[in-house]
């Protein structure tokens, strides 16, 4: 039955009149037309639909909204502030890190998650965290150089 | 370009012949001077589009005044009165950035900054007729041609500023975006040469454009135009549209492919409030003015299917032989003395998965209704054919429909039908509502069609020394691109034969270019085995095309191919041509002991499409194409079994991933004196042989069917 839930996305607190077991990205989406986080799967295993909440990154599409509630949820909308883009919004395009972009949204929210816990992290460790988010265009090498290039490890800019 | 060479880059997989005509000529003149209000405009001609069709005579260079418009307008420039520049073009963006290389050529040739042209693509009532975005063909033949018409238009432009200063033509120039006279004492902008202006001219035959060697902004690595909105996710896909009281579609799909409705009950359905209902004969969909509702209503509907009992994966190979028909091809020389003139032969076949595109961005459409006249939002590389597919589900004149297509969100060849548009559509019809209606993952895997599967034999003869004398090379079901070869062959027999597909079977990026490279090179690998020779120079041995020769040799040298092995890791390479350009790839793999997983550690691409339009978004194309293929390669297949997708879920197909990606370096020829190719297929073709011919190398084992397992 349909409850009110109290989210907090962007540093917005607002009130959506819906199930609490609808997914968190059909909320953003539908409901508050916060349409920059993606479908891609509905199964967690594509990561187009990753925000932040509370700093972590989850994939949306499999998160009640009930679990955010009350939680600081930041999606790619929140991440330019008073029109500067976020330094992984500059080093994407720097980078030239997406061709279709419909997995780019996704890409650069899992990534802040990392740059948050983890400032300088190795090539190594992005594959790793990184891994769950899918390129159908294969810009996989491009959004390495793109992380590296915003955490200041970049040894080259892609050509 | 030769005749034959023309003849093979226009020749259409057989699937992609129901792209509809060719020509239509529905953008004719009343509807052009309906869009255009003032300003000039500089046309480019169909006619101008197409191989095979001589450059007509259309209209003198340097004439002054309107002439006659066209009936067959393929796209064109318009500059307004406020001096915007816009190109019209039916095209698609997926991805390929066609948006930023066409801005690219007409910047140049205009000789304005990037920002003032404007591109409006794939809209049915504002761009002329297109018939659709593949086979690599923007670069070659719609941007040459823009290209002259931006120049054409730069000339027209001048020749006004001249007359309004009362000077002589060659005395002006464009700078930035500004006439200037020959001492910059004067000057205007574009809009105020283009004021009060009303001409139309077609683009003259003979018009200069900027040769390669001279490119600034072309030939540039340029970022993504509108990049920063893909960036901040303010982009709107097709997915992220919303129309004042849009609806929310589903559509009940079949128990299997093929299946035919026996009945239904949607009472428990139509009792759920705000749910329309819809059945008509075998479609059964539902609105509701949420998504969690519409799924309720789908899922309350009871249905009854029969399906047809159908092959399984397990018996595909066979059902394709079995099911072919006679082949098609021209014979060079002949098989029976090429054999007689060998000393060794070889006969192996080899077996290709079907695979999926698997876009991230599924199907979908946003569908209304408007007093008769039906309005598609929707991702697709063939708006023009959606559109004929609307005119012809629904039995409304075309000219009713507007068929709109966001920049979408990839495609690889697996958006050119209208499925999503005509269930929107059916569904909007009958609530009087908007509606949307976006598939799920599932639906994609299921109810989209796949790369063809196919059966390849090859029947070969070599001399001791290398020469190959005999070639003989059968393809079943899965398509007649890249089947011929570049290869000094004597005597060749290459047919391809169409087959009967267990599975809805269609474009894929390169096409089968990727099967019968795969087959070819992993072929030609076999035969260098067999006269002790090494891979490269076998294949050097048989070949004389000096283009094909230079990728080869451009990435055996970056590869290190003469130096010595590393240890524990296998190298293979394989070469080719498709669509107008060369590609040469050499890969090294290493096999995990325990896992047994093959890993792909470094790969080397050569690639030349002739004269480079933009460095950074070609490096992008080819790299991208390359992690494509990983998945073709190694792991991608629909598995199957009577009408039902078995593993059409990301949890059970496996994509390539950030931790599969292998160093990937690119050699990329520029070969400034020959036309643009374009380069979103042929570099996703070398992959999988070069890493099968490199397993071999490691292990010794030759694998034979795509992906290699």
Same mark, same amino acid.
């Given at each position: 039955?349909?409850?009110?839930?109290?989210?907090?996305?962007?540093?917005?607190?607002?009130?959506?009149?819906?199930?609490?077991?609808?997914? &968190?990205?059909?909320?953003?989406?539908?409901?508050?037309?916060?349409?920059?986080?993606?479908?891609?799967?509905?199964?967690?295993?594509?990561?187009?639909?990753?925000?932040?909440?509370?700093?972590?990154?989850?994939? $949306?599409?499999?998160?009640?909204? $009930?679990?955010?509630?009350?939680?600081?949820?930041?999606?790619?909308?929140?991440?330019?502030?008073?029109?500067? &883009?976020?330094?992984?919004?500059?080093?994407? &395009?720097?980078?030239?890190?997406?061709?279709?972009?419909?997995?780019?949204?996704?890409?650069?929210?899992?990534?802040?998650?990392?740059?948050?816990?983890?400032?300088?992290?190795?090539?190594?460790?992005?594959?790793?965290?990184?891994?769950?988010?899918?390129?159908?265009?294969?810009?996989?090498?491009?959004?390495?150089?793109?992380?590296?290039?915003?955490?200041?490890?970049?040894?080259?800019?892609?050509? | 370009?030769?005749?034959?060479?023309?003849?093979?880059?226009?020749?259409?997989?057989?699937?992609?012949?129901?792209?509809?005509?060719?020509?239509?000529?529905?953008?004719?003149?009343?509807?052009?001077?309906?869009?255009? #209000?003032?300003?000039?405009?500089?046309?480019?001609?169909?006619?101008?589009?197409?191989?095979?069709?001589?450059?007509?005579?259309?209209?003198?260079?340097?004439? %002054?005044?309107?002439?006659?418009?066209?009936?067959?307008?393929?796209?064109?420039?318009?500059?307004?009165?406020?001096?915007?520049?816009?190109?019209?073009?039916?095209?698609?963006?997926?991805?390929?950035?066609?948006?930023?290389?066409?801005?690219?050529?007409?910047?140049?040739?205009?000789?304005?900054?990037?920002?003032?042209?404007?591109?409006?693509?794939?809209?049915?009532?504002?761009?002329?007729?297109?018939?659709?975005?593949?086979?690599?063909?923007?670069?070659?033949?719609?941007?040459?041609?823009?290209?002259?018409?931006?120049?054409?238009?730069?000339?027209?432009?001048?020749?006004?500023?001249?007359?309004?200063?009362?000077?002589?033509?060659?005395?002006?120039?464009?700078?930035?975006?500004?006439?200037?006279?020959?001492?910059? *004492?004067?000057?205007?902008?574009?809009?105020?040469?283009?004021?009060?202006?009303?001409?139309?001219?077609?683009?003259?035959?003979?018009?200069?454009?900027?040769?390669?060697?001279?490119?600034?902004?072309?030939?540039?690595?340029?970022?993504?135009?509108?990049?920063?909105?893909?960036?901040?996710?303010?982009?709107?896909?097709?997915?992220?549209?919303?129309?004042?009281?849009?609806?929310?579609?589903?559509?009940?799909?079949? *128990?299997?492919?093929?299946?035919?409705?026996?009945?239904?009950?949607?009472?428990?359905?139509?009792?759920?409030?705000?749910?329309?209902?819809?059945?008509?004969?075998?479609? +059964?969909?539902?609105?509701?003015?949420?998504?969690?509702?519409?799924?309720?209503?789908?899922?309350?509907?009871?249905?009854?299917?029969?399906?047809?009992?159908?092959?399984?994966?397990?018996?595909?190979?066979?059902?394709?032989?079995?099911?072919?028909?006679?082949?098609?091809?021209?014979?060079?020389?002949?098989?029976?003395?090429?054999?007689?003139?060998?000393?060794?032969?070889?006969?192996?076949?080899?077996? +290709?998965?079907?695979?999926?595109?698997?876009?991230?961005?599924?199907?979908?459409?946003?569908?209304? @209704?408007?007093?008769?006249?039906?309005?598609?939002?929707?991702?697709?590389? %063939?708006?023009?054919?959606?559109?004929?597919?609307?005119?012809?589900?629904?039995?409304?004149?075309?000219?009713?429909?507007?068929?709109?297509?966001?920049?979408?969100?990839?495609?690889?060849?697996?958006?050119?039908?209208?499925? *999503?548009? +005509?269930?929107?559509?059916?569904?909007?019809?009958?609530?009087?509502?908007?509606?949307?209606?976006?598939?799920?993952?599932?639906?994609?895997?299921?109810?989209?069609?796949?790369?063809?599967?196919?059966?390849?034999?090859?029947?070969?003869?070599?001399?001791?020394?290398?020469?190959?004398?005999? @070639?003989?090379?059968?393809?079943?079901?899965?398509?007649?691109?890249?089947?011929?070869?570049?290869?000094?062959?004597?005597?060749?027999?290459?047919?391809?034969?169409?087959?009967?597909?267990?599975?809805?079977?269609?474009?894929?990026?390169?096409?089968?270019?990727?099967?019968?490279?795969?087959?070819?090179?992993?072929?030609?690998?076999?035969?260098?085995?067999?006269?002790?020779?090494?891979?490269?120079?076998?294949?050097?041995?048989?070949?004389?095309?000096?283009? /094909?020769?230079?990728?080869?040799?451009?990435?055996?040298?970056?590869?290190?191919?003469?130096?010595?092995?590393?240890?524990?890791?296998?190298?293979?390479?394989?070469?080719?041509?498709?669509?107008? #350009?060369?590609?040469?790839?050499?890969?090294?793999?290493?096999?995990?002991?325990?896992?047994?997983?093959?890993?792909?550690?470094?790969?080397?691409?050569?690639?030349?499409?002739?004269? +480079?339009?933009?460095?950074?978004?070609?490096?992008?194309?080819?790299?991208?194409?390359?992690?494509?293929?990983?998945?073709?390669?190694?792991?991608?297949?629909?598995?199957?079994?009577?009408?039902?997708? /078995?593993?059409?879920?990301?949890?059970?197909? %496996?994509?390539?991933?950030?931790?599969?990606?292998?160093?990937?370096?690119?050699?990329?020829?520029?070969?400034?004196?020959?036309?643009?190719?374009?380069?979103?297929?042929?570099?996703?073709?070398?992959?999988?042989?070069?890493?099968?011919?490199?397993?071999?190398?490691?292990?010794?084992?030759?694998?034979?069917?795509?992906?290699?397992?």
């Amino acid at each position: 039955m349909p409850n009110v839930t109290n989210i907090n996305v962007n540093g917005k607190k607002l009130r959506v009149d819906v199930d609490g077991q609808t997914p &968190l990205l059909y909320v953003l989406r539908d409901y508050l037309n916060l349409t920059g986080t993606k479908y891609g799967c509905g199964e967690a295993k594509c990561g187009a639909c990753t925000v932040l909440v509370e700093g972590q990154a989850m994939r $949306s599409c499999v998160t009640p909204v $009930s679990r955010a509630s009350d939680k600081q949820i930041t999606t790619i909308e929140g991440m330019e502030q008073d029109g500067k &883009l976020h330094p992984l919004q500059e080093a994407f &395009l720097k980078a030239d890190a997406l061709q279709c972009g419909y997995c780019t949204s996704g890409m650069i929210m899992a990534a802040a998650a990392l740059l948050k816990k983890n400032a300088k992290p190795s090539r190594d460790e992005i594959v790793k965290h990184m891994d769950g988010n899918v390129c159908r265009c294969g810009t996989y090498p491009r959004i390495v150089n793109a992380i590296e290039i915003a955490a200041g490890t970049a040894k080259e800019v892609a050509e | 370009m030769n005749d034959d060479l023309e003849l093979e880059i226009i020749e259409q997989e057989r699937y992609e012949l129901f792209a509809g005509p060719l020509y239509n000529f529905n953008f004719n003149r009343r509807q052009f001077l309906k869009a255009f #209000s003032g300003g000039i405009a500089l046309i480019v001609p169909v006619s101008n589009l197409v191989a095979h069709t001589l450059q007509q005579d259309q209209g003198e260079s340097g004439r %002054r005044g309107n002439e006659r418009i066209p009936d067959d307008i393929g796209a064109w420039i318009h500059i307004d009165e406020k001096g915007t520049v816009s190109v019209f073009t039916g095209k698609v963006e997926i991805g390929q950035n066609i948006r930023t290389s066409l801005t690219q050529a007409v910047a140049e040739e205009l000789h304005v900054p990037l920002d003032t042209v404007r591109i409006v693509m794939a809209d049915t009532d504002l761009t002329p007729f297109d018939m659709g975005t593949f086979g690599s063909l923007t670069t070659p033949r719609m941007a040459p041609q823009l290209r002259k018409a931006a120049a054409a238009a730069r000339e027209t432009l001048i020749a006004l500023a001249a007359e309004q200063w009362k000077v002589e033509p060659a005395s002006v120039r464009i700078v930035n975006a500004r006439f200037v006279n020959h001492d910059a *004492s004067k000057s205007l902008t574009l809009a105020e040469v283009a004021k009060g202006q009303k001409l139309v001219k077609t683009i003259p035959a003979e018009v200069a454009t900027t040769a390669a060697k001279d490119w600034t902004v072309a030939g540039k690595p340029v970022p993504k135009v509108d990049g920063r909105d893909f960036v901040t996710g303010k982009h709107q896909y097709t997915t992220d549209l919303r129309r004042e009281g849009m609806l929310y579609g589903r559509v009940v799909r079949p *128990s299997a492919l093929e299946a035919k409705l026996v009945s239904s009950d949607t009472k428990a359905a139509e009792a759920i409030p705000g749910v329309v209902v819809v059945r008509d004969g075998d479609f +059964i969909g539902v609105t509701a003015p949420d998504r969690a509702t519409a799924l309720r209503a789908e899922r309350a509907i009871a249905v009854h299917w029969q399906a047809p009992g159908q092959p399984g994966n397990d018996e595909l190979f066979d059902y394709l032989k079995k099911n072919a028909e006679a082949g098609r091809g021209r014979p060079v020389g002949s098989i029976v003395n090429g054999m007689a003139a060998a000393e060794k032969k070889l006969s192996q076949t080899y077996n +290709i998965a079907y695979i999926a595109h698997a876009p991230l961005e599924p199907r979908a459409a946003v569908a209304e @209704w408007n007093d008769g006249k039906l309005t598609v939002w929707t991702g697709t590389q %063939r708006p023009f054919g959606v559109r004929s597919e609307l005119a012809e589900a629904f039995h409304i004149p075309e000219e009713k429909i507007r068929v709109i297509v966001p920049d979408t969100g990839s495609g690889y060849g697996g958006k050119h039908t209208g499925e *999503s548009a +005509i269930e929107a559509a059916r569904l909007a019809r009958a609530s009087g509502k908007p509606v949307k209606l976006v598939w799920s993952r599932e639906e994609e895997f299921n109810w989209a069609y796949f790369r063809p599967a196919g059966v390849i034999e090859v029947n070969s003869g070599v001399r001791k020394d290398g020469t190959v004398t005999a @070639w003989e090379f059968h393809n079943y079901n899965s398509g007649g691109s890249g089947i011929q070869v570049k290869y000094d062959f004597p005597n060749q027999d290459i047919q391809f034969h169409n087959s009967k597909s267990p599975l809805r079977q269609g474009s894929y990026r390169g096409l089968a270019a990727t099967a019968n490279h795969f087959a070819r090179e992993v072929h030609m690998d076999e035969l260098a085995q067999l006269v002790n020779m090494d891979p490269v120079q076998f294949r050097l041995k048989n070949i004389k095309d000096a283009r /094909l020769k230079a990728v080869l040799e451009a990435a055996a040298d970056k590869f290190g191919w003469s130096s010595k092995k590393t240890e524990g890791r296998g190298r293979g390479i394989a070469c080719g041509f498709e669509k107008g #350009s060369y590609i040469a790839t050499a890969a090294e793999v290493s096999v995990d002991a325990k896992t047994g997983r093959v890993k792909i550690e470094r790969v080397v691409e050569s690639f030349e499409c002739g004269a +480079i339009v933009n460095q950074l978004h070609l490096h992008n194309q080819v790299e991208g194409a390359v992690v494509q293929a990983i998945g073709g390669a190694l792991f991608e297949s629909i598995q199957f079994k009577n009408g039902q997708i /078995l593993n059409g879920k990301f949890s059970q197909y %496996r994509l390539p991933r950030f931790s599969d990606m292998p160093v990937i370096e690119i050699v990329l020829l520029d070969r400034k004196d020959l036309p643009s190719a374009g380069a979103g297929e042929t570099p996703i073709v070398g992959l999988a042989p070069a890493v099968a011919n490199a397993l071999f190398d490691l292990t010794g084992k030759r694998i034979r069917s795509m992906p290699l397992t």
